[in-house]
């Protein structure tokens, strides 16, 4: 099998309409691949707080619309990244797209934990309530969203909900560029699963982009890794591998269910 992780460049200079025709005709230029992944509100212009609730679309709004279209086109899983969801009757949600090859959006996912260090995505977004895994024939896909990638809690839930390959779209700083690495590997070796990281480049609302997208295998093996820039980093990789890798090594199960409340002494 082979991924795409399309690591866009955001910047607040680029007209977001620009920026979805750019996104969506680099979709279209993976037809070699089986998914595609595309990084963190990167329709909004990430970081970019003032420009969230302008930007706000519904789940079948100019971003769907387009990404639908270039899954279709190149015959592939897309999973689009995140959008500022509009729901008419709630708040707006940092949430993300998956597309099947024949462009249905076969699931979204909104995420769980916000991005609370500086306020502006807990106070401005609602949270997800739903752990999402999608089977896409090839594998289970485990849907996160990077502040998520700091609690393992979610991809354990994702583990027990069948999850074999993580998919992680993210918005994540260069101040913690090792964090990124490190947890995306992590969550890896712990899941025992594939993970497929997606960032965004540049420097959008302020803040530097990491870049460093990164795929890595269930033995903790980095696959492929990105640079700093914008680029596009395709990977092969091996779905069997995750159940090879449970079978030889069978962590999970001595895992400790139910795990006795703190004693304090
Ligand atoms: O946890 C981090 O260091 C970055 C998280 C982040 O930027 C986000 O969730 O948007």
Redesign the pocket.
Known sequence: MRASLIQLAVSDAEPPAERRARAAALVRAQDGADLVVLP??WPVGG?AYDAWASGAEPLDGPTAEAMSAAAKAAGCWLHAGSIVERDPDGPIYNTSLLFAPDGELVRTYR?I???G?DRG?AVAMGAGQEIVTVDAGFAVLGLA??????FPELFRALLDGGAELLVVP????A??AE??NLLARARAVEEQALVLACNTAGTHGG?EQAGGSIAVDPWGRVLAEAGPDEQVLTVDFDPAEVAECRAEFPVHRDRLLGIPAPVQR
């Open positions: 963190e509100l970081f995420k934990h916000r991005f260090f995505e969203t990077c502040y998520d990638l700091r993210a918005a994540w700083p101040r913690r964090h990124w803040v």
